[in-house]
């Protein structure tokens, strides 16, 4: 399944922002749009949904120092209870740091976990570019030519008169 | 299996390090056959059962470990438990009782006999520390002649030869030992030298006490040692007899001097010293007065003449008296209080000077204390020698008459004053045949070096005090081709016979019938080997009435040199006269005074050492009239008299040329002892052999210093319990880690100089009840004498090592109890001394147990802090977080790679590895034993089943442990004890180890009760 | 056409998936938390499940502790009163073998043959048992021989623990734990196999569930349990299995 | 223009950069050949690490007794070197993690530094706490895993097993947080890699990060996240490690103060460290336009700031063991000023409160040699700080007959050599390959303070 996209490439992240608003103006469907760097304004731009990450994280934070608190009470007071130092079995107040660098960890490690899973970024992934220079100094809005009412010469006109240095046309079937 | 024959197991360290070759040596320390009456112990030629001699010769995947049962196993012999079997202490001629603990054929411990008479139940550092003797590896195995391995055989048949060449000649035979109180032994000796024309028996004893006995011989009549009852005297003033340390009896004088300071019976005695240096007895001392040696028979004098008034009679001499540094006024009041408790009181000297002793009995006379306090007509004999004999047969030698001479127990090449020439000397004799176990300076020179067994591993006798008869048994089948004395001298008396046999004959035909309750001869036998004494009828004495007339006052202290010092030699409590040199855990033993170890050392006053410009560690020189000089560190010596410089006798001995390796072995390791491992310097050519006594004070030397450096390998390096004054917090006294009271204060109240601490409440209820036993201990420093006995005991029963010199000076000394000592000053300038002895405390709120965080370290359900060293990881913040600093750790892996030595390890407690924390346990192995036997009777753990080893062995009864949780418990009503307190009780970690005040007799200071002194 | 800027290969491109890492992962920890309580029993140097050394003397414990049912505590006496449980001395085997010094059909087949060959039976001695006379160097007349050395048994030890573990057979003995228990169906074993492995963890669970339910798991404390106040180490609650450290370590 | 100047912030960048000249001032060094300079110093540096390993592995193998520890002092220079490097280690989460919530956008400049900063830091850290045991092959019993000892756990109310966790937590988290913020970094070098193991290992480990802004939408979510956890983390990290202390028994020790103590002392050591490594970055880098003395003064500041904090701790211990009424507590603050170890306490004091007082004269802040001075004198002044502390509250505590002196063996000074030896040669490493500024990042905040033309791109 193959799609006909249509790629500006600009130099400078206003007229990148422009370029969007323009685009979302007209309502062509936005792919995705390639910066060097998080530009601000981008996601408001593009319209995109906040993230829901936060909650994973917030869970899995609650988790972990749930799980840590009640395997510090089980393994000190249930299954082999220790006299240590007098103090009783059940020392809570003590597993309090313990309890919340492992709810930290799970929260961070979670954060980075779910960012790389929703992202579909792995090691060695084979990186996918819609033009060089992206990571570099490029900015580039990739548009979808939906359907007929697309005329690519004239968003490519638009995209020119927003100062892209570079407006090409791709067929893919796998860039995102 | 061969496939897998790549990897090595062992099961101890031992093992790995030796390999196949603990086999060999096992088995040739155990050899087969020996004497036909050790059948009873043949089970030793399959020792090793299970655990004892397992041994990994490489192997398979898992560690291949043999069980060797007996092929016959006695009744009484069940593998893996104890026996215990009576004997004596052949450490000195003290002759206190012991009871040898014997595991699988070997003993690993000495302990107190309690029902001995001598020492009722405590052992001495040294009696303790003599066990490692016996498996030393180099004790003499074989006999030597001129130097090399020679045979039994062939040395008997040389000497029978040439003594019947010299029996002949006629020429002289002389018989040279070191005090000998076996009976046995000294007629064995007396039947040999019969056999020759010109034959004597000269005893003499390093540490001299010689002039106490020539003066009862002009006093008395006869030669003796009166026996000192120090428990009976309510005022004892000693003139530099330093008897609770080093002088004659200290374990079973220790012993007596406790029960007469017995607080709870509110008995207190008074005890006054005057001494010139601080010996283990001053530091107990009610009143101490540094003295000058010279000036002791001036004090005598003044005393005597003091009492004399009192009693009427004639004061010998009336002229003004010499001035002394002691004050007329005191020596009035102790004259009066001496008056007040005649016959209660006791005079005692140490001095070897025959007018000083002279004028001790006639005080002792004065105040009718012969017959109370001194026993006459029961005398010690723990003390034979004779200085006049001793000069004597010098003179012989030098004279080059002594044909044959005989060195039995003594060491004169080493320990008297002789030098070169003594040893010159000694070489002229044309046969000279030295018994020892080990080559000392003596044996060097002789032609035949006998080995003699140690006296665990031969039959022997002792009769320490008349009608007392001791028995020494083996307690192993002999190391090495030893022989006992009297085995040897029966053979060359033409009658060779064990020495078994030997002692029962002549217990038969002269023990036995002094007593009257047994008529079989087997019965008394068997009953004094089982007690491990017999008590029989005293030898009958002729004593004569007291002679007043020779004891003539001493008007005038020597004339010493200006700018010189009187330099007095003593005797350590570890080394005593330097007999054991070869033990390792007696030059690690600390000091009770110095806390230094393994070495000797110039003892210094502070105000000298001011004026000379000498620090702790200084090298100086001392330099005598006769041109002798020496050097040796310096250590300043709080309490010692100015014009003294006091150096201990017994090191720098050939039988210390060992230790050069002691110690771990690493990049910034010092060898820090001296030539060869010799360990300290010989001070015996300091000695003077004249007015025919030893003189230890005799000699006048000038001390300079050298400008270098010795930095002393001491244990303990703040020595009182006041912070410096800079760093004094405005407001704040000593510290209250000692608490202490005056005797008048204590009969008050006897809760006084205790601070008190209110009790704090805990923040959660506890989860942990004590419902079983408890486990607590309480130790009376007022009785502690700081002996240092428990030391040593707690070293031998759990395996603790030798750490050396070097690691000693890095603060790393291995003992699980240790006894501080610090030193205070009364407001009239005394020195005091106040002892304690700390181990883990075993906290109820333990500290450590909170930070570890593998949980090595947890309570138990009787209370005890336990230490699990298989799970230490060695983090040692338990060490940190422990007030007390009573935990040690594994720095290195301590040696234990002589085979034989580790024969002395406790199989009962682990040795620990390098790399975790170690400490106090209240000997748990003792207390799961224990536990074990009453439950398999179906009874509780009664009072007093389980000891510990510092308390077993505690000559002063100072020790207390038990169940805090039966009230009744010996230790529950020490708990209970108004005196008692808790080291750092505020921290609240609720030890459980309590400690009662020292309570001293003399006035109070400060404002309240200055004028309370007399007591009832 | 969009360009590949990095081209994995291989093996990292099948790692790469990271559903498979993710599941890869997922499955080493679980195996990890679940082998880990019994690694002892496979790898760990010093365990010794299912040792079965060869001893000197082929002694068979299921014909003498099976059949012939001699009491464990018989040859192993130490156990009730000492630390360890120990081997008998060599004249504890003397007790029967003076007079059984073969099996019985051995004896009845020489009978036999002597009665053929008309002439006195030999006497006829095992060869293991022979060992045991020769290791008290005893002669044919049962007697000691002075002339031959005695030898003591060297036995290969099965039953082994580290130097840091103290057990004492017995507490263990006298509160009426089956030998069995720890040392496995003995009296049907040949030669004598390690079958539980004395780990920590092994005594230890057993101390707690005999602490809670008795040595039968019913409650069952062999005699009644104590009261309270007479606590743990009290008389009459006989069986009482402390987990403190030092009942093992010291 | 003038006026605009005026209206606007500073630059944060100097030079007029465009977004293509960030990359390549920044990359170009690494793809270049190390200078002799950079090979001068990773040799100088390799053979201290060298010398550290071989002390390390002399220890080991023979025993903790090759320090100059004994039975009073148990802890000297192994605990001292973990809090020290620990300490050093918090700037970098502070940088990224706290500036990042407070939106102080300077820190772009040398987060990355910081960073990397921090999790050698904690590396050097992490090696004291496990050779200082006795028995370091057994380290790992300190994590509660099942076993075949009943099993048994781990005591969670040790504050080592709390240290375990709280270090073990943030080495994860930090390196996680620093990967995070490589990611379009490394996305960039494998773009314009031209050498094939550079694109390769790139090509790895940048996860096949294109710039795509869906991704670049959560990376900022995470990023912030990360922050978000990473700054009580930070702050509960050197807490944990001051209960070390504080939970403990002795005087000197047991005191509530430390916990704020130690973070702001570990903050102030830790900007000392980041400004020290910094003047040599941009120097040897040549990154003077990133690096500007701007950022410098704003980090003096903060120098000073913590240096204010420290100082009033000092005081304040003081007070409270007056106030306190334990004798023992009086006299370890007296020992420490007055004792055998006066020397190191006002050492500690010198460089940690008096020499920072420089930093109020702004002269002083923008003078990088004073600076660089300044700042050793710090790091030199905070690690006698925790010096001071562990060895003076032990070596005379409650009991007089245990004071002894503690003195380091050689073996214990090649290790901490080592540990200098490690960090540096991580961080020259870390120089040549790795972008030592943030890329993604400053070109975020290149346009900050320049006026927004709508004509700059002719």
Known sequence: MSKRLLVGVFESEDDTLAAIRASRQRNFKIVDVYTPYAVHGVEEAMGLAPSRIPWVVFALGVLGGGLKVWFEFWTTAVDWPVNVGGKPFNSLPAFVPVTFEVMVLFAAVGAVLSFFFVCRLYPAKRAVLPVAGVTDNRFAVVLEQTDSTFEPAEVQKMFEKLHAVHVEEQITGEVA | MSKRRTKRYWKSLQERDAGPGVLKTLADEFPEGGPRQFRRRDFLKATGFTLGVAFATGCSRAPVQRAIPLLSQPEEMVPGRALFYASTCGGCSAGCGLLAKVRDGRPIKLEGNPQHPVSRGGLCATGQANILGLYDSQRLQHPLKEGKRSSWAEVDREIQAGLASIRGDRGAVRFLSGTITSPTTRATIQEFLNGFPDARHIVYDPLSSSALLDAHEQTHGVRILPQFHFDKAEVIVSFDADFLGTWISPVGYTADYRAGRDLEAKRGSYHVQFEPRMSVTGSKADRRFAVAPGEMGLLLTHLAQRIARKTGTAVPCDEPETASSVGAAFLDELADRLWHARGRSLIVCGSNDLQQQLQSNYLNHLLGNYGSTLDVEKPSLQVQGSDKELGGLLAELQDGNVKALFVYGANPAFDLPGGDGLAGALRKVPLLVSFAQRVDETAALARYVLPEQHYLESWNDAEPVSGLVSVSQPTIHPLGDARSLVETIATWNGKPKSAYDLLREHWKADIFPRQKRESNFDAFWDRAVHDGFAEVEPLPIKSKEFNAQVARPILKAPRSETGAFALVLYPTVAMLDGRNAYNPWLHELPDPITKVTWDNYACIAPAAAQRLGVEDGDVVCLGSSGGQVFELPAYIQPGQQDQVVAVALGYGSKLSARFAKVGPQWLDALVSVGDNGVVGVNAAPLLRLSEGGLKYDGVQVKVSRTGKQRELASTQTHNTLTVPKKLTPPGSGPRQIVQETTLASFLKDPHAGVEDHEEKEDLWPTDHPYTGPRWGMVIDQNACTGCSSCVIACQVENNIPVVGRDEIRRNREMHWIRIDRYYSETESGQIEVAYEPLMCQQCENAPCETVCPVLATVHSEDGLNQQVYNRCIGTRYCANNCPYKARRFNWFNYAHDDQLQNLVLNPDVAVRSRGVMEKCTFCVQRIQEAKIEAKRRGERVSDGVVETACQQSCPARAIFFGDLNDANSHVSKMMANPRRYRVLEELNVRPAVGYLTIVRNRPQEGKEESKEEHHG | ?250 | MAEAAIALPQPLIEGDKSIAQVTHDVCAPMEARPTALWWVALLISSSFLLLGAAAIAYQISVGVGTWGLNRTVGWAFDITNFVFWIGIGHAGTLISAILFLFRQRWRTSVNRAAEAMTIFAVMCAGIFPVIHTGRPWFAYWMFPYPNTRGPLWVNFRSPLVWDFFAISTYFTVSAMFWFIGMLPDLATIRDRATAKWRRKLAGVLSLGWNGSYRAWQRYEVVYLMLAGLGTPLVISVHTIVSWDFATAVLPGWHATIFPPYFVAGAIFSGMAMVLTLMIIARKLMHLEDYITIRHIDRMCKLVITTSAIVGLAYGTEFFTALYSGSSYEQFVFLNRALGPLFWGYWTMVGCNVFVPQLLWFRRVRTNVPAVFTICILVNVGMWFERFIIIVTSLSRDFIPANWFHYAPTRVEVATLLGSFGLFFTLFLLFCRFIPVIAVAEVKGVLKYGKPRLESAHE
Not at chain 3, 100 to 122: H, N, Q, S, W
Not at chain 3, 158 to 164: A, E, G, I, Y
Request: charged share 20%.
């Open chain 3, 1 to 250: 056409m969009a360009r590949p800027q990095a081209k994995p290969s291989g093996i990292l491109r099948y790692l790469a998936s990271p559903f498979v890492t993710l599941v890869l992962l997922t499955a080493l920890g679980f195996s990890l938390l679940i082998l880990a309580p019994k690694f002892n029993a496979y790898a760990l140097p010093g365990n010794q499940l299912g040792y079965e050394p060869t001893q000197p003397v082929a002694f068979s414990h299921r014909l003498h502790a099976g059949e012939l049912q001699v009491q464990c505590l018989y040859c192993h006496s130490g156990a009730e009163k000492s630390r360890h449980a120990g081997i008998p001395a060599a004249n504890v085997c003397m007790n029967c073998h003076r007079f059984v010094a073969a099996p019985l059909g051995a004896i009845r087949a020489e009978d036999e043959l002597a009665k053929k060959e008309k002439r006195e039976p030999r006497r006829v001695v095992s060869p293991e048992i022979q060992k045991i006379y020769d290791a008290l160097a005893l002669n044919e007349k049962m007697q000691p021989d002075p002339a031959k050395p005695t030898a003591p048994i060297a036995w290969m030890k099965v039953h082994n623990l580290p130097d840091f573990v103290y057990f004492d057979h017995r507490p263990h003995v006298n509160a009426g734990v089956a030998c069995q228990k720890c040392h496995g169906p003995v009296e049907t074993m040949e030669r004598v196999r390690q079958v539980e492995d004395l780990s920590m963890g092994w005594c230890v669970n057993c101390h707690r569930g005999v602490d809670r339910a008795g040595l039968d798991g019913n409650g069952n404390f062999t005699s009644a349990p104590a009261p309270a106040a007479q606590g743990p180490m009290s008389v009459t609650h006989r069986v009482y299995a402390s987990i403190d450290c030092s009942t093992c370590h010291y």
